[in-house]
């Protein structure tokens, strides 16, 4: 059990630091067009950019970016820590077993 929630914690971190890598440039590569020019004023054309309003989206858009990395490497270092434990319970059953003589 210990080894399966070391390796549960260690994919968590390790995707949140993959994504945290990854979604930046996802972020300045994608974007909603028009999304920022959505802010419920007039339909003129804005010449300055509403600071705040990008800053909320970016990091809304990075946190879940980091959220969705931590889920997909806690599930798969999940996986690869209960087939480890696994193979070590089966190993160590395997060694203690008397031999018949």
């Known amino acids: 059990m210990k080894t399966v929630t070391i ?3 260690v994919g968590a971190i390790l995707g949140a630091a993959a ?15 028009g999304f920022l020019s959505q802010s419920g004023q007039t339909s003129q054309v804005q010449a300055l950019v509403n600071i705040p309003q990008v800053i909320r989206y970016a990091t809304t858009r990075l ?3 980091q959220l969705i990395g931590a889920g997909i490497g806690a599930v798969a270092f999940l996986i690869l820590g209960i087939i480890m434990a696994s193979k070590g ?4 059953a395997q060694v203690s077993a008397p031999r018949p003589s």
Do not use: D, H, K, M
């Open 89 to 92: 319970r089966t190993r160590s």
């Open 19 to 33: 994504a945290t890598l990854i979604v930046p440039p996802t972020l300045s590569w994608y974007n909603e067009a």
């Open 7 to 9: 390796f549960f914690l």
């Open 63 to 65: 946190i879940r970016g």
